[in-house]
């Protein structure tokens, strides 16, 4: 069992900065196999990907509305994932879900991950 603790949402504004933390807990979490992603949901939307980052390799992903602005990390110790997203934007704004899952092929999907947290919620205002 894998359980996600997803911290840092809060009120922001627009063009401003906001870092989002995921802390990992289990011990099946797989430091080889397990990616972990962060997808959004704004109210009457679908939920939609996000980031993510392959904890062996570190290789990230990004959505093309938050490609360049934002950043996905990892910390291997703490077991911990980051996001930190700059310029922000009105549509930004929703509850931010961290999500993990094994072998994951297509990060993109959220069908490919099997633990969720509760979520965070973030307001951009202007």
């Known amino acids: 069992q894998i359980q996600l603790v997803e911290s840092g949402g809060g009120l922001a504004q627009v063009g401003g900065s906001l870092s989002l933390n995921c802390e990992v807990f289990?011990?099946?979490?797989?430091?080889?196999?397990?990616?972990v992603g962060w997808f959004r949901q704004a109210p009457g939307k679908e939920r939609e990907f996000v980031a993510a980052?392959?904890?062996?390799?570190?290789?990230?992903y990004y959505a093309d509305s938050v490609k360049g602005r934002s950043t996905i990390s990892r910390d291997n110790a703490k077991l911990t994932v980051d996001l930190q997203m700059n310029s922000l934007k009105p549509e930004d704004a929703a509850i931010y879900f961290c999500?993990?899952?094994?072998?994951?092929?297509?990060?993109?999907?959220?069908?490919?991950?099997?633990?969720w947290g509760q979520g965070t919620q973030v307001t951009v205002s202007s």
């Open positions: 999500a993990t899952g094994r072998n994951v092929i297509s990060a993109q999907s959220d069908s490919e991950y099997d633990y």
């Open positions: 980052i392959t904890w062996e390799r570190g290789t990230t």
């Open positions: 289990g011990r099946t979490f797989n430091r080889y196999r397990n990616t």
